[in-house]
């Protein structure tokens, strides 16, 4: 079974930057597209950015030019670096991955991580 495991979630103020890193344990080829989701309190699931096997990527509108993703496929790791970040920002993220592309793992993503907290302060 295929594992994910976020990190680098924690408090910050308003304007601060934070990264987190998303480690897989599946075999690099069982992976295709991965992305990040977040929820907030009292609110539903949304998406933020998803990155291709091969480097494409696409950002929700509201962090598409504060937010950057990226992937390493030797390591097998995914990371989401946040900048300027807003208290609208905390929420809880999620990693996810999929078999398939950026269409695919926006949608109805094959596995998912268990979530790291990210607060940001006024």
């Known amino acids: 079974q295929v594992q994910l495991v976020e990190s680098g979630g924690g408090l910050v103020q308003a304007g601060g930057s934070l990264r987190l890193s998303c480690a897989s344990s599946a075999p690099t080829f069982s992976i295709g597209a991965m992305g990040w989701f977040r929820q907030a309190p009292g609110k539903e699931r949304e998406f933020v950015a998803a990155i291709s096997w091969g480097g494409g990527k696409y950002y929700a509108d509201s962090v598409r030019d504060r937010f950057a993703i990226s992937r390493d496929n030797a390591k097998k790791t995914m990371t989401l670096q946040m900048n300027s970040l807003k208290p609208e920002d905390t929420a809880v993220y999620y990693c996810?991955?999929?078999?398939?592309?950026?269409?695919?793992?926006?949608?109805?993503?094959?596995?998912w991580g268990q979530g790291t907290q990210v607060t940001v302060s006024s």
């Open positions: 996810a991955a999929a078999s398939g592309g950026i269409g695919t793992v926006r949608t109805s993503p094959d596995y």
